[in-house]
């Protein structure tokens, strides 16, 4: 039985010192300021249209608002890519050029017996990345090269993308991998190569020319391979199948490339293949990116919404290219029934000669395919025009049935405000008066599905809950200032049972005047001593949310809010003690009732200490 193993704390704690989360998240969220440091961007774990996803810098964590997804770089890597504890903890050190030490059960400084599964596959794929770059370079790979060249790409272009070539050969690459360690199940698992019935390894992909896919962060996750040779018969393009680092739904390609650019310009443009996304590139329109063997669907609309930060107050551009054949029709009017996920404004190119992009820079150079992006029309304006011109609208019923056909599509504008011009719009398309066109788009209107409700805002809570929560954020975020202060006011002064339960876990923790520097190690270590599920999840979201301040905290408030937290629950004692008095008779239970009345004198004698310290207010 092999040894478990872990990663040294002190490296764990390192990993998290030197990681900056905004770049982390940055590498697949847009991140805007939000004001007292923090970032905002859509959140990545659910839809929304207003971001509610806040990064803190400063305190190396996040926190969604809107689903309460939280913690710091290592959990954000395992929630959104599905990585675990260890893996995510390997990819933050290699990048920070860490070199991690491991502790097993039986020995305390051994080696790791084995990398995270998933950084094995990905280390498969770099090696495999090489070999086929090389391989491009060989004679078997003439007609690779001769691709790329009839399609204006050199070799300099060929080197930027990673361009590479399968050799005729059918274990090759199998091979090669397996003599740098990789193992049989490793090569399978990944979809560089597949079992043969034999028992051995065989490629997955020969004699064809290949782009490495690459995810957001830049990683070699899968491979598209075109087909070459007239006597392969194979599809035109064969792609990585799905496996733990490939999910089509999921991949675009290009977007390691264009992300910086899809940020920036606000916009992104899509397009149907590899070369297409190169000509993009090489003609000066950075954004264009590319799904790979599958339909635009929701998951890349999800991709691209965060990168160009695509909510109410910012909208931006998508623009779609496709060819002005009837297949390219069918799949405009198909991204027009997924328009609706997207806030911005959507839009189609498609080239008068129904070239695509690469065709088109190759017959009429660089500037005619920025011209074919900067001349894009609404894609509704598209929709509309493409299905009404199926009917013959010099009948009566070609007017109707066009009506009935394209009266839904009206209805779906996100805009409200736009859904009468385009009424109007159509009606004198069809040659119709507007009423019936406006009869029509209603009846489309209700028939439609309500849009999903806004996630309910959390209830303003009582000012004492606000103080409450405001004392642990202090504690939080402020540890070293709120120092012995806050360890003074015990959990008592919690009325609500949640932040009661992190005031105890603050406690368990080791109290606030034990921790020598804030941030995320200290975050951390008080959800581990937190034993309420709801309180370790409220912990992520009190540790990014902004403090009532103005300016810089400092002691002064520190002493108010816990002055007035404290007032609270003196409060909430005196008021019930008065209840207690006027119960007992002063005469049959005078002993009782001065103890009582004792008590109530020296609590509102603190009342009174503790509003003049409070003075100033949150």
């Known amino acids: ?107 305390p400084s051994a080696p790791r017996p084995q990398t995270g599964h998933r950084q094995r596959l990905l280390a498969a794929h770099v090696a495999a990345a090489e070999f086929y770059r090389d391989q491009l370079g060989t004679p078997g790979a003439r007609k690779a090269r001769e691709f790329l060249a009839q399609r204006g790409f050199g070799r300099d272009a060929a080197e930027r993308y990673g361009c590479g070539f399968a050799p005729d050969s059918w274990d090759a690459l199998a091979k090669h991998l397996r003599q740098k360690g990789f193992t049989a199940e490793e090569l399978n698992s990944a979809g560089l190569t597949k079992p043969a019935r034999s028992g051995s390894l065989i490629d997955r992909f020969r004699r064809r020319l290949l782009w490495p896919i690459k995810d957001l962060t830049g990683d070699v996750i899968g491979f598209g391979a075109r087909k070459l040779f007239d006597d392969d018969d194979g599809p035109k393009y064969l792609n990585t199948p799905e496996s733990p680092l490939y999910k089509k739904s999921h991949v675009l390609y290009g977007i390691d490339q264009a992300k910086r650019e899809i940020a920036k310009r606000g916009r992104a443009v899509i397009v149907e293949g590899y070369t297409d996304v190169m000509a993009c590139h090489e003609a000066g329109e950075p954004t264009a990116v590319a799904t790979c063997g599958t339909a635009f669907g929701v998951d890349h609309i999800g991709v691209l919404r965060r990168l160009l930060m695509d909510s109410d107050s910012f909208t931006g551009e998508i623009i779609y ?54 001349g894009r029309e609404p894609l509704v304006d598209f929709a509309l025009r493409h299905t009404i011109a199926r009917f013959d609208l010099d009948t009566v019923e ?52 309500p849009a999903e409700a806004a996630p309910v805002a959390r209830a303003a809570e009582a000012p004492q809950r606000q103080v409450e929560r405001e004392s642990l954020k202090l504690a939080l975020q402020e540890p070293v200032l709120a120092g012995p202060m806050f360890d003074t006011v015990g959990p008592e002064n919690y009325g609500d049972g949640v932040y009661q339960a992190i005031r105890t876990a603050i406690q368990e923790a080791g109290g606030v005047q034990s921790v020598s520097a804030g941030g995320v190690v200290w975050i951390e270590k008080v959800r581990d001593s937190c034993d309420d599920l709801a309180g370790k999840g409220l912990i992520s979201e009190l540790s990014v949310e902004p403090l009532h301040v103005d300016g810089m905290v400092d002691p002064r408030y520190v002493q108010i809010t816990l002055a007035r937290l404290q007032m609270g629950s003196v409060t909430t004692r005196i008021r019930d003690l008065k209840s207690k008095v006027q119960r007992v008779n002063p005469v049959a239970y005078k002993d009782e009732y001065l103890a009582l009345a004792g008590e109530l004198f020296s609590l509102e004698q603190q009342a009174r200490a503790l509003r003049e310290q409070a003075a100033g207010g949150l």
């Open 1 to 107: 039985m092999s040894a478990v193993a872990r990663v040294k704390d002190e490296d764990i704690a390192l990993v998290r010192d030197r990681t900056s989360i905004a770049d982390i998240i940055g590498e697949s969220v847009t991140l805007r300021p939000a004001g007292g440091g923090n970032l905002k961007g859509l959140c990545p774990f659910h839809d929304e249209k207003t971001p509610s996803f806040t990064v803190a810098p400063a305190r190396n964590v996040f926190y969604c608002h809107g689903c309460g997804q939280g913690g710091d770089a290592i959990k954000f890597l395992m929630d959104a890519e599905h990585l675990s504890f260890i893996e995510s903890i390997e990819r933050l050190a290699s990048r920070a050029g860490i070199q991690l030490r491991y502790e097993t059960d039986n020995s």
């Open 321 to 374: 290219t496709f060819d002005g054949d009837a297949a390219g029709q069918k799949a405009a009017l198909r991204a027009f029934e997924e328009d609706q996920r997207f806030v911005g404004r959507t839009f189609i190119a498609v080239s008068p000669d129904n070239m695509d992009p690469c065709e088109l820079r190759l017959a009429k150079g660089d500037l005619a395919v920025r011209d074919l992006i900067a």
């Open 398 to 449: 070609g007017r109707v049935e066009a009506m009935r056909r394209a009266a839904p599509l009206v209805a779906k504008i996100k805009d409200r405000e736009k859904r009468p011009e385009y009424a109007r719009k159509l009606a004198g398309d069809l040659g119709m008066d507007l009423e019936p066109v406006q009869r029509a788009v209603n009846a489309a209107l209700r028939g439609s599905t």
